[in-house]
T-cell receptor
C-alpha cells in the first residue's frame, strides 16, 4: 500500500497561473481532505469530501476548487494563483466512525507563488 | 480565544529528561482528542488518541480533563528521535466533524 500520495511535490507558479494538485489514496477511504500549513498558523482545512461526487468547504476555501470524481482521488485546483497561496498543502483521508478517526496524511506539496 | 491553543516552545531538553506539553481547547462539545507528531518538512502522523481515563503508550502518556478543557502529553526518558513538533488536535461534532489543529509545540532533544 502506498497510502496517500500527492503530486507534484514542489511547484513554482507565477501570479495568475493555474494548477491542479492531485491526491490519491489506496486505502478505500470515504473521506478526503485538503489542508494548508503556513508558519505560525497550523493546519487549516480548505475543502473536504465525504464521498465520491461530494465536496464541502472548510475553514479557508476561497481561491480554491476541488473535485472528487473517483473515490481514490481528490483534486485541488487554483484557478488564479496569488502569493498568499504560497504554502505547504497536505491531503489526508480516513473513514467515518469513531474507531477509524485517524487521518492519514500525504507527504505534502510545497507551492511557491511569485 | 483560539479553538486549540498550545505553547509553541521550543522546548530544549537533554536526553533522558521528562517533558510535558499542554493544550487547551475552547469548544466544550469537542468529542475526540489526539496528539500528532510532525517531523521537519514531513506530514503529520498520529502519535496517540487521548481518552477520558488517560492512556499510556510506552514512554508517552496522554491525559484529558474535560472540565478544564485541557489535554496534556508527557514524554518520559526523552530520546534524540523524539525531536519534532507535537500537534494537539481536537475533533468537534459527529462522524463528519472536522479536526482542529493546534499550531504545535516544538521539541528539541539534545545529547
Amino acid at each position: 500500500n502506498a497510502g496517500v500520495t500527492q503530486t507534484p511535490k514542489f511547484r513554482v507558479l507565477k501570479t495568475g497561473q493555474s494548477m491542479t494538485l492531485l491526491c490519491a489514496q489506496d486505502m478505500n477511504h470515504e473521506y478526503m481532505y485538503w489542508y494548508r500549513q503556513d508558519p505560525g498558523m497550523g493546519l487549516r482545512l480548505i475543502h473536504y469530501s465525504v464521498g465520491e461526487g461530494t465536496t464541502a468547504k472548510g475553514e479557508v476555501p476561497d481561491g480554491y476548487n476541488v473535485s472528487r470524481l473517483k473515490k481514490q482521488n481528490f483534486l485541488l485546483g487554483l484557478e488564479s494563483a496569488a502569493p498568499s497561496q504560497t504554502s505547504v498543502y497536505f491531503c489526508a483521508s480516513n473513514n467515518p466512525g469513531r474507531s477509524q478517526e485517524t487521518q492519514y496524511f500525504g507527504p505534502g506539496t510545497r507551492l511557491l507563488v511569485l | 480565544r483560539k479553538e486549540v491553543e498550545q505553547d509553541p516552545g521550543p522546548f530544549n531538553v537533554p536526553e533522558g529528561a521528562t517533558v510535558a506539553f499542554n493544550c487547551t481547547y475552547s469548544n466544550s462539545a469537542s468529542q475526540s482528542f489526539f496528539w500528532y507528531r510532525q517531523d521537519c518538512r514531513k506530514e503529520p502522523k498520529l502519535l496517540m488518541s487521548v481518552y477520558s481515563s488517560g492512556n499510556e503508550d510506552g514512554r508517552f502518556t496522554a491525559q484529558l480533563n474535560r472540565a478544564s478543557q485541557y489535554i496534556s502529553l508527557l514524554i518520559r526518558d526523552s530520546k534524540l528521535s523524539d525531536s519534532a513538533t507535537y500537534l494537539c488536535v481536537v475533533k468537534t461534532g459527529g462522524s463528519q466533524g472536522n479536526l482542529i489543529f493546534g499550531k504545535g509545540t516544538k521539541l528539541s532533544v539534545k545529547p
